[in-house]
């Protein structure tokens, strides 16, 4: 299939537009479809598409512009595949909105949604650039300058996302995953290399194991099942080295299981396990994280909001596994920023803070406010010690004494330095401070991190950062709105790659959303002036 652009269409005399009365014309520029059609559906870049595609002349593509827009869409209005095909042969306002409606037939089949689906999955897989994130995010870019969204305001946020999967008990998972292998020898004809184990491929047994089952044998039944990995996995290596399914019974083996007496295998102490063992094996990628009290075996996401005083609009986001840390994600976020001309001010709670991610964002023109104090708070104090740049020398404590000598320590990052005994006696701060006293002198041992931190503190009284605390509580909503109206805790498809691609549009569908508001925002402000 050969890759050809599709300009926007314009109407014509045949077109099904014209066939509209003047006053379903006027609903029509009432609904959503009307800022789609003229602020989305352009801004859709084609050509970064075209690598998906063959460069021999072939059969062409179906419009990548109208399969993006479906797909947007799709998520806004929270439908499946087949009901987007059946509404934009039906449903003016879908074809309005992604300017088909001189086609004499819609371009879209049951396929072709998915299809894209998978090559977009396929192209990252191999080259590691995902194809919709940059779309998404040119979508975002073009509805922040409709909306005049000024970009040195932003504030983050993550979140937990489930992944369609069933919690499995250690027995069922160990048996899902050798049931799997031996259905796959049975199908393949190997029935000589699973004699014995031709129970697992009967329908009624998992019920019969994982359910018709005492608590005292529960450990017998695992450890059936680990002997019957045992036998299995050297006898099919070879031959089935690359199947999925001997693959997730390797893991699943190597990470449940430990070596036993007499080379034997036994089930591994759930204290040693980690939370990047495999969850189910319809999900390979997910991963076990308790945050907040809650558990999510799944993925992550961070959330980058540029706002104002009126409006706001998600610009950038990240995706990844459950373990994902927020101090990663910032230092992500950042690099990916890069050297801003303007400084630029983000937002964000306490997991987001740290020394490195600060000096970060200091280097590249961001100033970086985190809204909470992770760990032991610091006596405030400090705030008014004064270090070297390279944080290995205190020059001046907060009496203005400076100390007699210094020594710095690399492995603790601390700097031991010896202070004028009398001095020390008589200083305003010498029970916050806390030195040790000496015969000869006074010894404090402080690090420039520990000054930092007291001058985050010191920043934290001040009005302006209460006023940015407030500010940042807006991107909490986020989260909250796309489990609610988007179902990100149901996507239809598993896998870190597959979930993310739908999460992109789900992004897309809610920056649109976004804009309607604004556009609704903009006519009653219209209306209200008219009346006065």
């Given at each position: 299939m050969s890759f050809v652009l599709n300009p926007d269409q314009q109407l014509n005399f045949d077109d099904s537009y014209n066939n509209l009365t003047d006053r379903e014309?006027?609903?029509?520029?009432?609904?959503?479809?009307?800022?789609?059609?003229?602020?989305?559906?352009?801004?859709?870049?084609?050509?970064?598409?075209?690598?998906?595609?063959?460069?021999?002349?072939?059969?062409p593509n179906t419009p990548v512009n109208v399969i993006i827009g479906s797909l947007i869409?799709?998520?806004?209005?929270?439908?499946?595949?087949?009901?987007?095909?059946?509404?934009?042969?039906?449903?003016?306002?879908?074809?309005?909105?992604?300017?088909?409606?001189?086609?004499?037939?819609?371009?879209?089949?049951?396929?072709?949604?998915?299809?894209?689906?998978?090559?977009?999955?396929?192209?990252?897989?191999?080259?590691?650039?995902?194809?919709v994130k940059e779309a998404?995010?040119?979508?975002?870019?073009?509805?922040?300058?409709?909306?005049?969204?000024?970009?040195?305001?932003?504030?983050?946020?993550?979140?937990?996302?489930?992944?369609?999967?069933?919690?499995?008990?250690?027995?069922?998972?160990?048996?899902?995953?050798?049931?799997?292998?031996?259905?796959?020898?049975?199908?393949?004809?190997?029935?000589?290399?699973?004699?014995?184990?031709?129970?697992?491929?009967?329908?009624?047994?998992?019920?019969?194991?994982?359910?018709?089952?005492?608590?005292e044998e529960t450990s017998d039944k695992i450890q059936t099942i680990i002997n019957d990995a045992v036998k299995l996995l050297p006898l099919i290596e070879d031959k089935y080295l690359q199947t999925s399914e001997y693959q997730l019974l390797l893991r699943v083996f190597r990470e449940q299981t430990e070596d036993g007496e007499k080379g034997t295998r036994k089930l591994r102490e759930g204290k040693d396990l980690n939370s990047q063992i495999l969850q189910n094996p319809s999900d390979p990628d997910a991963t076990y994280r308790k945050k907040a009290g809650k558990e999510t075996r799944g993925y992550s996401a961070n959330l980058v909001e540029t706002f104002d005083e009126n409006n706001s609009l998600i610009t950038d986001y990240q995706y990844d596994t459950s373990i994902r840390s927020d101090s990663s994600y910032c230092k992500e976020v950042i690099k990916e920023m890069g050297v801003q001309e303007e400084e630029i001010t983000i937002i964000a709670d306490g997991a987001y803070g740290g020394e490195d991610n600060k000096n970060l964002a200091k280097e590249n023109n961001i100033n970086l406010i985190t809204t909470d104090f992770q760990g032991k708070k610091p006596n405030k104090v400090f705030a008014e010690f004064v270090f070297s740049e390279d944080g290995k020398m205190l020059l001046k404590c907060a009496n203005?004494?400076?100390?007699?000598?210094?020594?710095?320590?690399?492995?603790?990052?601390?700097?031991?330095?010896?202070?004028?005994?009398?001095?020390?006696?008589?200083?305003?701060?010498?029970?916050?401070?806390?030195?040790?006293?000496?015969?000869k002198s006074a010894v404090i041992l402080i690090s420039s991190k520990t000054v930092n931190r007291a001058k985050q503190l010191q920043d934290m009284d001040t009005e302006e950062f209460h006023e940015f605390a407030k500010n940042r509580n807006g991107v909490e909503s986020l989260p909250s709105t796309l489990r609610r109206k988007y179902d990100v805790d149901k996507m239809p498809v598993r896998g870190r790659l597959r979930t993310k691609l739908y999460f992109g549009f789900k992004i897309a569908a809610l920056n649109f959303r976004k804009l309607c508001k604004y556009y609704d925002s903009l006519v009653q402000c219209s209306q209200k002036l008219a009346l006065e």
């Open positions: 014309k006027k609903f029509l520029d009432k609904s959503w479809a009307k800022p789609f059609a003229e602020e989305v559906f352009p801004a859709i870049n084609e050509n970064m598409f075209s690598v998906l595609y063959s460069d021999k002349a072939s059969r869409i799709k998520e806004m209005l929270n439908m499946t595949d087949d009901e987007m095909v059946e509404a934009l042969m039906f449903d003016i306002r879908f074809q309005y909105a992604l300017h088909t409606t001189s086609f004499k037939e819609q371009p879209l089949s049951d396929r072709t949604l998915g299809r894209f689906r998978e090559r977009c999955n396929a192209y990252e897989t191999e080259h590691g650039r995902d194809l998404v995010l040119l979508l975002s870019d073009k509805i922040a300058k409709v909306m005049n969204l000024n970009p040195v305001l932003k504030r983050m946020d993550s979140m937990m996302i489930a992944s369609n999967i069933r919690k499995l008990s250690r027995l069922e998972l160990l048996y899902t995953c050798v049931a799997n292998m031996v259905k796959c020898l049975h199908k393949s004809g190997e029935d000589e290399l699973i004699k014995g184990m031709e129970h697992y491929y009967n329908d009624n047994d998992r019920n019969k194991v994982i359910y018709h089952n005492r608590s203005g004494q400076e100390p007699m000598a210094n020594s710095y320590n690399e492995q603790t990052g601390q700097c031991r330095s010896k202070m004028n005994l009398e001095k020390c006696l008589n200083c305003p701060y010498q029970e916050e401070c806390n030195p040790k006293l000496q015969k």
